[in-house]
């Protein structure tokens, strides 16, 4: 087939890097191959992966835990690369529209796997994915009630039992391990303890436990002490033998920076490009921020009135009450306005984060888009830890003032992630319901914080668009750090003193924020999906209009949610034959 049959589409990837366009041809071979292909690999990686199966709505792997013995980890990089090696066989460029971006997208996840298990190797360096493992094997049985209890405590009773061999694997994997990470692990860990000391039981019995075969609640009693006594000896060797020899450098360097950016967000840029983008970011941003501010106060700095905006924050029983308020007033708005398209009436429901999960602020814990029975979502809410000292607790707060809070509720509930799950189930492939990057994820959820503001949410309120420019800056800082972090040599104090400089924040939280960037290089994807979906509106919009038809936000957002794409191939799909190869780095920021 020559290149004249071929069709180029445009595509650029996010912030102005323009690729070459890839060629699709103007007939289609079968897509039978590439379709067996991605059904066999979908299987093969639930396997692997039993507790994200789990998560995903894939029920068949619930009594399992991963396997990161060294010797599955060889096998899993051997299986890897024969995956590889019969996806590249098919020739993509003969397949229908659907299986051609899925299979680059599989491309991606499997090399992206393939860096994280022979270069990355977060098995050997990272506390924090054992007992991520272990507490998110629990919570997704015990969260979500999909089947009946007794079916889901047998499970739970197996992976319990299967404690001990992932906490062996830890103990002879683990070595080189950054201070900061055994940190937070062992602060996570112990609230894994009290989650299943405390919290599993009483969920169980909320359930029904004391109805069940008095034989299987033994069971369940006997392995729940024994868990028990097997998490508290890890955390006493977390603390007595990982922490004192973890010394180890967190820092990935440019090259498997770029890399691990290319295959987890479908992004290729290098740190010098991306570094650029960011700065004239923070600088855009930073000047919104004054003329904003000014229209409050004139006559204070910018410090003093974003100080002031900050200071007005809900008390700690306050929080759960005034995000359900938010995301009903959100709701209420995207119905008037026609923002998008909603399927259903479904909200979440808002709760404190579990502690053996406080990493953040504040989280969306979705069903997964194969759940077909136990559907709810929660919205998690990071509250004070009763062990800080009164000023920490205020400095956290901070973060949840009035203004502040209402973006957070747009972003993870209404319409940002909660919108996107109801949607993730409507996908057209199960490629796409299982491999989402993080900058269309985050990226959705961000952008929706500004488009809602921009659309008049919050009545013009200076306040309210004051706390969206500050949470902007955040992550603005977020991809500051982690590109400094992780290819320059600033310190972590460093680091969290120019974050708090970047996005007005307080030491404390600064400091917090920053010590994620260590084991989250690549968290810029906030800020950088926000900027591709920005350009890609403005774009589509231009596209629309240049044809004589009128521009409808709602179209925009219910096609791009529709597709599931990362970004830069819906870009493909959504601005086909435009021959437009211009990407003006971030449009459509400041209106």
């Not at 589409?9 to 079968?30: E, I």
């Not at 008095?214 to 603390?239: C, I, M, N, S, Y």
């Not at 009135?305 to 005034?322: A, F, H, K, N």
Request: glycine letters at 6%.
């Amino acid at each position: 087939m020559n290149r004249s049959t071929r069709i180029r589409l445009f595509a650029t990837l996010a912030c102005g890097l323009v690729l070459s366009a890839p060629l699709r041809p103007s007939t289609v071979v079968s897509d039978g191959p590439f379709e067996r292909f991605a059904a066999e690999y979908l299987q093969a990686f639930y396997t692997a992966h039993p507790v994200r199966a789990t998560k995903l709505g894939i029920h068949d792997h619930d009594s399992r835990l991963p396997d990161l013995s060294r010797a599955a980890i060889r096998r899993r990089v051997v299986e890897l690369r024969e995956w590889l090696a019969r996806l590249e066989q098919i020739d993509r460029d003969l397949l229908a529209e659907e299986s051609y971006y899925d299979s680059r997208i599989l491309d991606r996840a499997i090399r992206a796997e393939l860096l994280e298990l022979e270069e990355l190797r977060g098995w050997q360096h990272n506390p924090l994915l054992y007992n991520r493992l272990m507490a998110d094997g629990v919570a997704s049985l015990v969260d979500r009630q999909f089947a009946p209890l007794e079916r889901r405590l047998s499970d739970l009773i197996s992976r319990l039992d299967r404690f001990p061999a992932l906490m062996r694997a830890a103990r002879k994997n683990l070595r080189e391990v950054p201070a900061p990470w055994t940190e937070l692990s062992l602060r996570n860990t112990r609230g894994h303890v009290k989650f299943l000391r405390d919290g599993v039981p009483a969920a169980l019995r909320a359930q029904g436990l004391d109805r069940l075969d008095p034989r299987l609640v033994a069971r369940w009693k006997t392995t729940h002490g024994r868990a028990l006594k097997q998490l508290g000896d890890f955390v006493r060797w977390l603390e007595r033998d990982l922490e004192p020899r973890s010394t180890g450098d967190f820092r990935l360097g440019r090259e498997l920076f770029e890399r691990k950016l290319l295959y987890e967000e479908h992004v290729s840029k290098s740190v010098a490009e991306l570094t650029r983008i960011n700065e004239a970011a923070i600088r855009r941003y930073q000047e919104w921020v004054a003329r904003v501010a000014a229209r409050l106060d004139p006559s204070r700095s910018v410090e003093q009135v974003m100080r002031s905006v900050t200071d007005q924050y809900p008390g700690p029983d306050e929080l759960i009450s005034v995000a359900r308020r938010n995301v009903q007033q959100a709701r209420d708005f995207v119905r008037e306005r026609g923002i998008v398209t909603l399927p259903t009436d479904e909200l979440p429901i808002i709760r404190h984060t579990p502690e053996y999960a406080r990493e953040g602020f504040a989280s969306m814990s979705t069903p997964g888009p194969f759940e077909t029975v136990a559907t709810e979502a929660y919205y998690n809410i990071t509250n004070v830890d009763p062990t800080w000292t009164d000023e920490q607790q205020r400095q956290h707060l901070t973060y949840f003032n009035y203004a502040g809070l209402l973006g957070i509720s747009i972003h993870e509930a209404m319409p940002g992630h909660f919108v996107q799950l109801l949607y993730q189930r409507l996908l057209p492939t199960d490629v796409r319901k299982v491999f989402a990057p993080s900058s269309l994820v985050e990226g959705w959820a961000h952008y929706v914080e500004q488009m809602m503001i921009d659309e008049g949410f919050g009545d013009k309120d200076p306040a309210i668009r004051l706390g969206q420019l500050r949470r902007a800056l955040q992550r603005h800082a977020r991809w500051y750090a982690g590109v400094a972090l992780h290819t320059g040599d600033v310190t972590v104090e460093q680091a969290a003193e120019r974050f708090a400089e970047i996005a007005f924040f307080a030491p404390f939280p600064a400091q917090r924020e920053t010590l994620r960037g260590t084991y989250n290089p690549t968290y810029l994807y906030y800020a950088l999906g926000r900027m591709q979906i920005l350009e890609l509106r403005e774009d589509y919009k231009r596209h629309v209009e240049s044809r004589g038809d009128t521009f409808s936000l709602r179209d925009f957002h219910d096609r791009f949610l529709r597709l599931g794409l990362p970004i830069s191939l819906a870009r493909e799909v959504m601005l086909p034959d435009t021959g437009d190869g211009r990407s003006a780095v971030g449009n459509g920021e400041d209106r």
